[in-house]
């Protein structure tokens, strides 16, 4: 949508190819840490890789596009919020510190610091504490529906009377003992 709105719009005329240039690079990402890694290697490492690509390309696009007066700086908010819903809110709040200082690194390098002002300043610490207040709250939302989702499973896995797992359950346990026995060679039996 940046990519669409920067070229439509003929905006940010002077790096407009770097824009692009940016543009893709987000895609490369994506398209490695999402199509080309192997399945088996997409854990922690490619999630965090994944996550430091995002900041650093949202800072780069702050720094191409005007800084603390940018109008792409939602960019952190929707890091932090996937964070949340993707990973818990623990992890969702270290991103959120992570990307609160990237945003104030970006104001750093501002060459019109100095020229802003008291309403510039709240802009900049409203932005700061609402990339904190999303990543909370979808950590908690994230948190909620995963207790809910487990809740949900173990319900249709267990008769709710007893505890003890039901038909559906049942089935599936007696399959994987068959073949556990085939391997072992060792019989088995079931009590009911």
Request: net charge neutral.
């Amino acid at each position: 949508s940046v990519l669409v709105g920067v070229g439509l719009t003929d905006a940010f005329d002077t790096t407009q190819p770097a824009i692009f240039v940016l543009g893709a690079a987000a895609v490369g990402v994506v398209v490695v840490l999402h199509d080309l890694l192997p399945v088996a290697w997409r854990g922690g490492l490619a999630s965090f890789a994944e996550v430091v690509a995002a900041l650093g390309l949202e800072s780069t696009l702050l720094v191409l596009t005007g800084y603390g007066s940018s109008p792409f700086v939602y960019g952190y908010h929707l890091v932090a919020v996937a964070v949340a819903l993707a990973l818990g809110g623990r992890v969702a709040l270290g991103v959120a510190s992570v990307g609160s200082l990237a945003y104030l690194g970006v104001l750093a390098l501002d060459p019109a610091l100095g020229s802003y002002g008291p309403p510039e300043f709240l802009r900049f610490g409203l932005t700061i504490v609402s990339i904190w207040l999303l990543a909370y709250v979808a950590g908690v939302f994230a948190t909620a529906e995963r207790r809910i989702r487990a809740s949900v499973l173990e319900l249709s896995r267990t008769d709710g009377l007893t505890g003890l797992y039901n038909r559906g359950q049942l089935f599936p346990m007696l399959e994987q003992e068959v073949q556990r026995t085939r391997r072992s060679e060792r019989g088995f039996c079931l009590l009911m």
